[in-house]
T-cell receptor, first 119, second 113 residues
Framework: GAVVSQHPSRVICKSGTSVKIECRSLDFQATTMFWYRQFPKQSLMLMATSNEGSKATYEQGVEKDKFLINHASLTLSTLTVTSAHPEDSSFYIC???????????????FGPGTRLTVL | GNSVTQMEGPVTLSEEAFLTINCTYTATGYPSLFWYVQYPGEGLQLLLKATKADDKGSNKGFEATYRKETTSFHLEKGSVQVSDSAVYFCALSDHGGANNLFFGTGTRLTVIP
């Protein structure tokens, strides 16, 4: 199946700094990528939908100036957490939709996630 | 709106036991339904899916049937193995063109030898 990677897998930063997380589709071109946030014992919450070459669409309640998303190529999307605070500590997961997966549903392939800890 | 409710875990079973993880949904249209599995340290993987009422998705001995009348998509396996230990997520995808996924809270399954 299609592979999506994320980097880094784990990051610890100081409060007030910015952190960039990369999401790559390794063997397919993804016109659409998604960013999720997962809290302990809770579901994945969609943060934003990223389309290559255009601005990301953010879900209600997600601060677009705090969570900057760039989808500069068909294989790379980045999420930058700006001026991070302890409450931003979470597990961030990306997914990429493979337009070649066919049918009415284009399957999303998920990255392994990035654990962010803000001190 | 769209939402998914699945049984809370954790679930602990002995090897070869029967597994059921309940999942119910609410949706504004005619969603597709999915079960994803997340093994330790890995990303979510699609386990099975069903795109219309009465469809049965199956994979690796797991199966789930799309029940429109009860708005359910319960996951079952007749005989679990230690290697099935993971977190299982029920999800739906709307058909409004976005194909966005709405997830349940996940159920952690531990299978003991």
């Amino acid at each position: 199946g299609a592979v999506v990677s994320q980097h880094p897998s784990r990051v610890i930063c100081k409060s007030g700094t910015s952190v960039k997380i990369e999401c790559r589709s390794l063997d397919f071109q993804a016109t659409t990528m998604f960013w999720y946030r997962q809290f302990p014992k809770q579901s994945l919450m969609l943060m934003a939908t990223s389309n290559e070459g255009s601005k990301a669409t953010y879900e209600q309640g997600v601060e677009k100036d705090k969570f900057l998303i760039n989808h500069a190529s068909l294989t790379l999307s980045t999420l930058t957490v700006t001026s991070a605070h302890p409450e931003d500590s979470s597990f961030y997961i990306c997914s990429a939709r493979d337009p070649g997966s066919g049918g009415s549903y284009n399957e999303q392939f998920f990255g392994p996630g990035t654990r962010l800890t803000v001190l | 709106g769209n939402s998914v409710t699945q049984m809370e875990g954790p679930v602990t079973l002995s090897e070869e036991a029967f597994l059921t993880i309940n999942c119910t949904y609410t949706a504004t249209g005619y969603p597709s339904l999915f079960w994803y599995v997340q093994y330790p340290g890995e990303g979510l993987q699609l386990l099975l899916k069903a795109t219309k009422a009465d469809d049965k998705g199956s994979n690796k001995g797991f199966e789930a049937t799309y029940r429109k009348e009860t708005t359910s998509f319960h996951l079952e396996k007749g005989s679990v193995q230690v290697s099935d230990s993971a977190v299982y997520f029920c999800a739906l995808s709307d058909h409004g063109g976005a194909n966005n996924l709405f997830f349940g809270t996940g159920t952690r399954l531990t299978v003991i030898p």
